[in-house]
């Protein structure tokens, strides 16, 4: 959902802020897979 929210909002500052969301996330789920370095990699 915030993927697709980043790519059609109009404003700057909320793609940015969707766009951190879609990151975390999916550093998130790398994480639960016991990804860890490609989870820091994600965040970093």
């Known amino acids: 959902v915030f993927s ?3 790519v059609t909002t ?3 500052l909320r793609a940015a802020v ?3 969301f879609v990151l975390g996330a999916t550093a ?3 994480f639960m ?3 860890n370095f490609l989870a ?3 965040l970093t």
Do not use: D, E, M
Request: proline residues 0%; without cysteine; hydrophobic residues 50%.
């Open 4 to 6: 697709l929210l980043t």
């Open 10 to 12: 109009k404003k700057i």
């Open 18 to 20: 969707y766009l951190l």
């Open 28 to 30: 998130g789920i790398y």
């Open 33 to 35: 897979f016991n990804y």
């Open 40 to 42: 820091a990699v994600q």
